[in-house]
């Protein structure tokens, strides 16, 4: 069974500049959910895909959208960046729009200077 | 006042101890609560998956949810270094509704 896996692993931007970050899902899951960690804080939810179609949102600007493929695997795309964007991103699967439970992967850790 | 609160830590603990991990959250509409460890330089792993009030136990670990008192707790009995990570509480209303993780506490257990 493959995991949870997330590309890159880090990445520095200039504030302003956009970014795109990658996620393959679990095997055998359809629903893809996001995640911003920030240093010392608890991961805040930014929005969950599924069947290709966004299915709820955080609180976040929508300079943070997203994508969800035919084969389940998701983007996440931060425009004009910010130095608050400075976090870790965490992509989790799972089935059918549960989140009982969430498979995590490593993240990515993005540092906007 | 966030949805859930944790004491940061980071607390620090020997070997063998008995550890207790405690959250509070504010919203009585809860009704899953979890716990997940975080390693460092790792994303989130499920540790203990519970609904409603009551204790579960899953090998050293035990939680335990008090809804009246909005009080979730996870115990660790016979610490092991490798137990030492940040351990996040997290609640949802439904299981198809956001989780809202607390900020973490940051345990470390020494040899």
């Known amino acids: 069974e493959t995991g949870v896996t997330q590309s890159p692993t880090h990445l520095i931007k200039t504030r302003g500049q956009q970014v795109t970050l990658r996620c393959s899902s679990q095997s055998g899951h359809n629903t893809v959910s996001w995640y911003q960690q920030a240093l010392g804080q608890g991961p805040q939810f930014i929005f969950q895909?599924?069947?290709?179609?966004?299915?709820g949102r955080g609180n976040f600007p929508p300079r943070f959208s997203g994508l969800q493929f035919p084969n389940y695997s998701s983007e996440l795309n931060v425009n004009a960046l910010e130095l608050d964007d400075s976090a870790l991103y965490l992509c989790?699967?799972?089935?059918?729009?549960?989140?009982?439970?969430?498979?995590f992967g490593n993240g990515t850790r993005l540092t906007v200077t | 006042q966030k949805e859930v609160e944790q004491d940061p830590g980071p607390l620090s603990v020997p070997e063998g101890a008995i550890v207790s991990l405690n959250c509070t959250y504010s919203?009585?509409?809860?009704?899953?609560f979890m716990w997940y460890r975080q390693y460092s330089r790792k994303g989130p792993e499920l540790l203990m998956y519970t609904y409603s009030s009551g204790n579960k136990e899953d090998g050293r670990f035990t939680a335990q949810v008090d809804k009246s008192s909005k009080y979730i707790s996870l115990f660790i009995r016979d610490s092991q270094p490798s137990d030492s990570a940040t351990y996040l509480c997290?609640?949802?209303?439904?299981?198809?509704?956001?989780?809202?993780f607390g900020p973490g506490t940051s345990l470390s257990v020494i040899p």
């Open positions: 919203n009585s509409a809860f009704q899953y």
């Open positions: 997290a609640t949802m209303k439904t299981s198809y509704d956001k989780v809202i």
């Open positions: 989790a699967s799972s089935q059918d729009s549960s989140n009982s439970p969430l498979h």
């Open positions: 895909y599924y069947r290709e179609e966004e299915n």
